[in-house]
């Protein structure tokens, strides 16, 4: 009786994920077409990077090259990356879903070209960034009599509302770097791809 019972249940499972039979085919197609695009989306976009802390990751945007090229001059260059000051350090579950979250709407963002002349911080930004400050100088505010102010923002003065040129400087407009060198986007193509195409050209 159980036996029968979980044939029955398995059978359930089965034909809830796998459709009937007519369909099997167009359905495993277009299954196949899909999971083939998404592999080549997460291709395209590097996806991949974004797992790493390598400020390089966040140039697959190419308008973040302001930010890219004044971090890349300044003195926090030497000792911090983009998430040692852009993501929160609690604890780590609250670290990727900020992670997820500001990169799903970054990439959303920079995908439909929705993107302002001048980016600015958002206000959870604004909290992260600043526990961060906090977090890293703590040895240069602990005695500070405003250091309680600075733990919540809406209370009191943010770090760089003084310290106004750390990091980025005070112009990082889309066209305030026009001569930056910073990393470029790798070709996409895979090596076959560019050997098939210089032959055929050869050929022709």
């Known amino acids: 009786m159980k036996i029968f019972f979980y044939y029955n249940v398995v ?4 034909s809830f994920f796998f459709p009937p039979l007519q369909w099997r ?6 299954t196949g077409f899909l999971f083939g695009f998404g592999l080549v989306v997460l291709k395209i976009s590097n996806a991949t990077s974004y797992l790493s802390d390598d400020p390089k990751s966040c140039m697959n945007c190419h ?21 040692d ?6 604890n780590i579950i609250h670290k990727f879903l900020f992670k997820a979250s500001d990169g799903l709407r970054h990439s959303t963002i920079f995908t439909f070209r929705l993107e302002p002349q001048v980016i600015k911080i ?8 600043q526990q961060n ?26 770090c760089w509302d003084c310290h106004r040129e750390v990091p980025h400087g005070r112009v990082n407009s889309l066209a305030s770097t026009p001569y930056a060198r910073v990393p470029r986007l790798t070709n996409i193509s895979p090596e076959w791809i560019k050997k098939f195409i210089s032959q055929t050209k050869k050929e022709k």
């Open 85 to 90: 000051c852009h993501i929160p350090h609690d």
């Open 122 to 129: 958002k206000e959870a930004g604004i909290d992260v960034v």
């Open 11 to 14: 059978k359930k499972i089965f």
């Open 133 to 158: 400050c906090i977090r890293c100088h703590s040895n240069l505010v602990e005695k500070i009599s405003i250091a309680k102010n600075l733990e919540i923002h809406k209370n009191g003065k943010l």
């Open 63 to 83: 308008v973040m090259t302001p930010q890219y090229a004044t971090w890349e001059k300044s003195s926090h260059s030497k000792t911090a990356v983009c998430v």
């Open 25 to 30: 085919l167009p359905v495993t197609i277009v």
